[in-house]
C-alpha cells in the first residue's frame, strides 16, 4: 500500500462508527489498564488468557478466553506479556497468522537481548505483522489518566498497513503517535524507558563538580584564611554568604558554556572552510546538552535571587548595620552619601535584575510546550540574541560589583584570586571572540559557510 492510500485510511470516517475488536494476551497490570482504555474508548476487548476466570480487576466489559480462541476474534492482537514468556506463542503460529501482534515489552537492562524483543517475537512468528508501540507508556498512567506528559506513543514496524491501523488506536486512545520507522528502531525505542537523564548527565556532573570547587575555594580562602590570619570565626558563612557566592560564580559560568561550544564550532568551521565535515564527538555532545547547562543556570540565579533578598534578616547583617550607626554616632560624625557607591550599588542591582529577566525568559522559551509555538527564527532570536544579552548584563552585573576591589592586594588571600574574578574569565573569553566573530570580514565567510559554501570544494561540477 502506498503512502497516500494509508493516509487515507487512517483520516476514513467508520461509517458503521463501530470499532474493531481488540485482543489483547495477558490480563497483568499492563494488560488490564490498557484494556480498560480501550473499552472507554469504544473498542471491544478480548482477553486471552491461561485462565478463563473472570477476575473482578478484569474490566467488566471484557471477555476472557484461551490464548487461540481470542485471537480468532481479533485483527490485533497486543502482547501484554514479558519477553521471556514468548514461547508459549509458537504453538499458536497458525492462529496468528497475517494478524497485527503489537509488542508492548520492556526490558530489565539497557541492550538486555541481542536483538530487540519486537524482532524476537517477529522471528518465532514469521506470518504475523509485528509491531512495536506503547512500551514507553505506563500502567499506571494509563489507569489513573495522567498521561499529560508521555502522550507521545513511539510506534515502529516493517508493515506500513499494520503500523497505520495500531497508530490509529493510539490516537483513539487520545494520545499521539509518533512513526520510527522500521522493526529496527525498536531497539532504540524498547531503551528509551531505561535511560536515565540521558541529556543531563554531563551537565549535572559538570556542575557538581564546579560547586564542590567553588565552595571549599571559598570555604578556604573566606572561613579559614579569616580564622588564621584575622582570629574571626565566620564558620556560620557556610549557610549563606558562601552559597550565595557560588551560586551566582556557577549560574554565570554555566550560561557562558552555553555559548562556548557555538564559538568553537564557528572557529572549527572557519577553520575547515566546510560545514560538511562532522565535530568532534566532545563537542557534538556539549551542543546537545546546551539548554540543560542553561536551565541549570537559571536554577543557580534564582537561587541567587532568594539568598540575595534574605540577607537584610540576617542577624550577621543587622550587627554590621548596628556597628557602623554605632561608630558614627561614637564618633559624633555623620559620613556623607558616597554617590560613586550608590551609582555603583544601584547599577549592578538594576544590571542583575535586567540579566536574570533575561534568564528567566531564556528558560521559559525552552519550554516545548513554548518553543513548538515560535518559529525557528523567533526561537533563535530569544535563544542567540537575548541569550548574550543575558550574558552581557549578567558579566556586567559581576564586574560592576566587584570591579573596584579586584585589583585590590587585600583580594588576594594566599595570593589566590577572588572567586569573582575566576568567574569572569569563561564569559570574558566568550564575549570577546563574539564580539571578533560579529566583524563582517569574520561573518561572512561564516555565514557563506553555514549557507553551504566550501573553501576547498570536495566533489566540484
Ligand atoms: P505482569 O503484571 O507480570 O503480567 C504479565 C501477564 O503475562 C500475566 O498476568 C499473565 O497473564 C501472562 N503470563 C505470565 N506468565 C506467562 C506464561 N508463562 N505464559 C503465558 N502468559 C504468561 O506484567 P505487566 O506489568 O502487565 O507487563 C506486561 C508487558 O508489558 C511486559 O512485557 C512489560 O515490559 C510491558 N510494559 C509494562 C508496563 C507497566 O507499566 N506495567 C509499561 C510498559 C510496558 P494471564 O494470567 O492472563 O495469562
Not at 502506498?2 to 485510511?9: G, I, L, P, Q, R
Not at 546546551?290 to 540577607?311: E, M, N, Y
Request: aromatic share 12%.
Amino acid at each position: 500500500m502506498n503512502k497516500n492510500s494509508s493516509n487515507t485510511m487512517a483520516l476514513a470516517p467508520n461509517p458503521s462508527n463501530k470499532r474493531e475488536t481488540v485482543c489483547i494476551f495477558g490480563t497483568g497490570d499492563f494488560g488490564r489498564a490498557l484494556g480498560h482504555k480501550m473499552i472507554q474508548s469504544g473498542y471491544p476487548v478480548v482477553y486471552g488468557s491461561r485462565s478463563t476466570q473472570i477476575s473482578n480487576l478484569i474490566p467488566k466489559d471484557a471477555e476472557v478466553l484461551g490464548h487461540a480462541e481470542a485471537a480468532q476474534k481479533a485483527a490485533i492482537i497486543i502482547i501484554a506479556i514479558q519477553r521471556q514468556h514468548y514461547n508459549f506463542l509458537t504453538p499458536l503460529a497458525e492462529v496468528l497468522r497475517g494478524k497485527v501482534l503489537v509488542d508492548i515489552s520492556n526490558n530489565l537492562k539497557l541492550n538486555q537481548y541481542p536483538e530487540s524483543n519486537a524482532e524476537h517475537l517477529a522471528q518465532l512468528l514469521p506470518g504475523s505483522k509485528v509491531v512495536k508501540a506503547f512500551n514507553t507508556v505506563s500502567a499506571w498512567a494509563l489507569q489513573s489518566g495522567t498521561l499529560d506528559a508521555s502522550r507521545q506513543v513511539f510506534v515502529c514496524g516493517d508493515d506500513v498497513e499494520a503500523k497505520q491501523m495500531v497508530m490509529n488506536i493510539v490516537r483513539a486512545l487520545g494520545l499521539t503517535p509518533l512513526d520510527k520507522g522500521s522493526l529496527l528502531a525498536a531497539q532504540e525505542i524498547e531503551n528509551y524507558p531505561l535511560q536515565l537523564f540521558p541529556m543531563w548527565k554531563f551537565p549535572i556532573f559538570l556542575s557538581l563538580g564546579l560547586t564542590a570547587f567553588f565552595f571549599f575555594y571559598c570555604v578556604a580562602l573566606d572561613i579559614i584564611y579569616t580564622y588564621i590570619y584575622e582570629n574571626n570565626d565566620f564558620s556560620f558563612f557556610i549557610a549563606i554568604t558562601i552559597p550565595n557566592r557560588v551560586c551566582p560564580v556557577m549560574a554565570l559560568i554555566l550560561l557562558a558554556l552555553v555559548y562556548l561550544p557555538g564559538i568553537f564550532a564557528a572557529i572549527i568551521q572557519l577553520y575547515r572552510g566546510t560545514k560538511y565535515r562532522r565535530f568532534p564527538d566532545w563537542l557534538d555532545k556539549w551542543m546537545l546538552c546546551r539548554k540543560q547547562l542553561g536551565l541549570i543556570a537559571l536554577a543557580f540565579a534564582s537561587l541567587h535571587v532568594v539568598f540575595t533578598l534574605v540577607t537584610p534578616m540576617r542577624a550577621f547583617a543587622s550587627w554590621r548595620t548596628g556597628k557602623g550607626i554605632i561608630s558614627q554616632v561614637l564618633n559624633n560624625k555623620t559620613e556623607p552619601l558616597d554617590h560613586t557607591n550608590a551609582w555603583l550599588s544601584d547599577s549592578y542591582l538594576a544590571l542583575g535584575i535586567l540579566g536574570f529577566f533575561l534568564f528567566v525568559l531564556l528558560g521559559i522559551t525552552s519550554l516545548p510546550s513554548v518553543s513548538n509555538n515560535v518559529n525557528w527564527r523567533e526561537f533563535r532570536f530569544v535563544q542567540s540574541k537575548l541569550g548574550y544579552l543575558a550574558l552581557i548584563l549578567c558579566t556586567a552585573h559581576t564586574l560592576v560589583y566587584g570591579g573596584k576591589w579586584f585589583l585590590s592586594p587585600s583580594a588576594y588571600k594566599w595570593y589566590l584570586p577572588n572567586i569573582y574574578i575566576l568567574s569572569l574569565i569563561v564569559p570574558c573569553a566568550v564575549l570577546v571572540v563574539k564580539f571578533v566573530l560579529i566583524f563582517p570580514c569574520v561573518d561572512k565567510p561564516l555565514t557563506q559557510i553555514r549557507q553551504g559554501w566550501e573553501r576547498n570544494p570536495k566533489y566540484s561540477n
